[in-house]
T-cell receptor, first 115, second 114 residues
Framework: ETGVTQSPTHLIKTRGQQVTLRCSSQ?????VSWYQQALGQGPQFIFQ???????GRGNFPPRFSGLQFPNYSSELNVNALELDDSALYLC??????????????FGPGTRLTVL | GENVEQHPSTLSVQEGDSAVIKCTYS??????FPWYKQELGKGPQLIID?????GEKKDQRIAVTLNKTAKHFSLHITETQPEDSAVYFC?????????????FGKGTSLLVTP
């Protein structure tokens, strides 16, 4: 069974630029969630995708957007990067089994640095 | 908004001792409470979880207890080993969304010294 994978591992951007982060869900998982983890903090929910549609969104501005593809992989796009966007971006996937669909398995993350 | 508070922020124990981490949550509708272990440079790893219809769950050296009335839950690690050293996060399910999302505490940095 393949776990959640994310790319790239690290990324450096400058203020105002745009970035795309990618995630492949664990085998058999059809729901993908994205979280932002600032240094020394717990992860914060950005949004979730299910059946290629956004299925819930946290307190993040519209310049954070996403996509889910038919193979359940997902992208997180951030426009007009700000210094505060520097963080570890985590992707998590969960199973379609209704009894455990709230259980989320995380990938290793993408470390984004905005200069 | 709803939040999860976690204590202590740092915890140092000697190998073989027990470690206890406590969390409180504010959303009374939360019904799922996982615990994650995060090692340096890695993503959070699920170590144990509990649902609101259960008061206690154990998996080898790890146990979690839940008090829904008081809205708090705790992680207990017995016979700690140096490889238990990591940052531990508690989380509670967010009920404001149609899907399933988690609200995390700020983490506890556990150090187990030989």
């Amino acid at each position: 069974e393949t776990g959640v994978t994310q790319s790239p591992t690290h990324l450096i951007k400058t203020r105002g630029q745009q970035v795309t982060l990618r995630c492949s869900s664990q085998s058999g998982h059809n729901t993908v969630s994205w979280y932002q983890q600032a240094l020394g903090q717990g992860p914060q929910f950005i949004f979730q995708y299910y059946r290629e549609e956004e299925n819930g969104r946290g307190n993040f501005p519209p310049r954070f957007s996403g996509l889910q593809f038919p193979n359940y992989s997902s992208e997180l796009n951030v426009n007009a990067l700000e210094l505060d966007d520097s963080a570890l971006y985590l992707c998590a996937s969960s199973s379609p089994d209704r009894s455990i669909t709230d259980t989320q398995y995380f990938g290793p993350g993408t470390r984004l640095t905005v200069l | 908004g709803e939040n999860v508070e976690q204590h202590p922020s740092t915890l140092s124990v000697q190998e073989g001792d027990s470690a206890v981490i406590k969390c409180t949550y504010s959303d009374s509708a939360s019904n799922y409470f996982p615990w994650y272990k995060q090692e340096l440079g890695k993503g959070p790893q699920l170590i144990i979880d509990i649902r609101s219809n259960v008061g206690e769950k154990k998996d080898q050296r790890i146990a979690v207890t839940l008090n829904k009335t008081a809205k708090h839950f705790s992680l207990h690690i017995t016979e700690t080993q140096p490889e238990d050293s990591a940052v531990y996060f508690c989380a509670a399910s967010i009920t404001a969304y149609s899907g399933y999302a988690l609200n995390f505490g700020k983490g506890t940095s556990l150090l187990v010294t030989p």
